[in-house]
C-alpha cells in the first residue's frame, strides 16, 4: 500500500497552494487525513475527511484558511491551503483511517504517505 502525497513547494505568505494526495483503493470506505511535520516538531493534524466527504474536521491552527475534498471516483484526496503563513512550513502527509469518520487519533491512521514539502516565506 502506497499513499503519494504530491504539489508542495515554495509560496510567499499570503499565498495558495494545493496538495494532492493518490490515496489508491485503501481509502474506499475509510477516512483520509492530512498531517503536517515542521522542523523540530512533532508531526500534527491538519485535518481529516469522511469517506463519503460530508464531514471534515480541522485543527483550529487552519480553520477557515483550509480546505479538504475527495475525488472518490479517482480515489483522490485534495488539501487547500489558502493565505499561507510561515509557520505553515513543513511536510505534509496524507494518511488512511481505518473507519469512514474523520478522526484526530493518529492511532486510528493504518496508512501513510510519502511527504511532500511546503515553505512559506515571510
Known amino acids: 500500500v502506497q499513499l503519494q502525497a504530491s504539489g508542495g513547494g515554495l509560496v510567499q505568505a499570503g499565498g495558495s497552494l494545493r496538495l494532492s494526495c493518490a490515496a489508491g483503493?485503501?481509502?474506499?470506505?475509510?477516512?483520509v487525513g492530512w498531517f503536517r511535520q515542521a522542523p523540530g516538531k512533532e508531526r500534527e493534524i491538519v485535518g481529516s475527511?469522511?469517506?463519503?466527504?460530508?464531514?471534515?474536521y480541522y485543527s483550529d491552527s487552519v480553520k477557515d484558511r483550509f480546505t479538504i475534498d475527495r475525488d472518490r471516483t479517482k480515489n483522490t484526496v485534495y488539501l487547500q491551503m489558502s493565505s499561507l503563513k510561515p509557520e505553515d512550513t513543513g511536510i505534509y502527509y496524507c494518511?488512511?483511517?481505518?473507519?469512514?469518520?474523520?478522526?484526530?487519533?493518529?492511532?486510528?491512521?493504518?496508512?501513510w504517505g510519502q511527504g511532500t514539502l511546503v515553505t512559506v516565506s515571510s
Open positions: 483503493r485503501t481509502s474506499s470506505n475509510n477516512a
Open positions: 494518511a488512511v483511517a481505518l473507519g469512514p469518520q474523520p478522526t484526530t487519533d493518529r492511532s486510528r491512521y493504518r496508512y
Open positions: 475527511i469522511s469517506w463519503t466527504g460530508g464531514r471534515t
